[in-house]
């Protein structure tokens, strides 16, 4: 298991930036594929992003593919998530993910999860 810590969530307004982090500490994070998901008000957790262990592919959903941009660094254990132009409707707890494959895009694939952080965008 791996622990996750997640930061930089917070209050922006409509076509702001802010980079979300996730920390791990535990066993080997380079072991881990990563991932971001979020969850909205009353709607079920969403997969936004995930990218394989060596940070080498990279997969997102269609709602923010363009706009935000998943990053690790292996040597710091961290994972992160660039968002930019955010709307109000990428509102939501942002939780970070760690697991053994990226690429279904399913949360039973990841074992570990972080507490989230809130990410709220104003219009």
């Known amino acids: 298991q791996v622990q996750l810590v997640e930061s930089g969530g917070g209050l922006v307004q409509a076509g702001d930036s802010l980079r979300l982090s996730c920390a791990a500490s535990?066993?080997?994070?380079?072991?881990?594929?990563m991932a971001w998901f979020r969850q909205a008000p009353g709607k079920e957790r969403e997969f936004v992003a995930a990218t394989s262990q060596s940070g080498s592919t990279r997969d997102y959903a269609d709602s923010v593919k363009g706009r935000f941009t998943i990053s690790r660094d292996n040597a710091k254990n961290t994972v992160y998530l660039q968002m930019n132009s955010l709307k109000p409707r990428d509102t939501a707890v942002y939780y970070c993910?760690?697991?053994?494959?990226?690429?279904?895009?399913?949360?039973?694939?990841?074992?570990?999860w972080g507490q989230g952080t809130q990410v709220t965008v104003s219009a």
């Open positions: 535990g066993r080997a994070f380079s072991s881990y594929a």
């Open positions: 993910a760690a697991g053994s494959q990226w690429y279904f895009r399913r949360e039973s694939d990841f074992g570990s």
